[in-house]
Nanobody
């Protein structure tokens, strides 16, 4: 019943920007939300997380370039990505933890391709 839907991926040149969105449906009890990414042939890695009171954490590769935010009323998380590099190319996945059930939900992912 709970679903996470990512959007906003696409093709961008190095140095450009993209804004990803993750909309949750089927629940209003979402705790921490975050973004992961997985490049071809590599393991999935954490990019950023955000709590309901807007405490954030970033991977070293994202610090200074990416900004995670959320709208608790809309149950939506965002990832603003600036100064994109070819190594940022990956499928980006949204994840969310449920307060009551203690379950982590995952979206299907959105592809970000950064050309050089």
């Amino acid at each position: 019943q709970v679903q996470l839907v990512e959007s906003g991926g696409g093709l961008v040149q190095a140095g450009g920007s993209l804004r990803l969105s993750c909309a949750a449906s089927g629940t209003s009890s979402i705790n921490v939300m975050g973004w992961y990414r997985q490049a071809p042939g590599k393991e999935r890695e954490l990019v950023a997380t955000i709590t309901p009171d807007n405490r954030t954490k970033y991977a070293d590769s994202a610090k200074g370039r990416f900004t995670i935010s959320r709208d608790n009323a809309k149950i939506t998380a965002y990832l603003q990505m600036n100064s994109l590099k070819p190594e940022d190319t990956a499928v980006y996945y949204c994840t969310a933890n449920h307060f009551v059930a203690g379950i982590n939900y995952w979206g299907k992912g959105t592809l970000v391709t950064v050309s050089s």
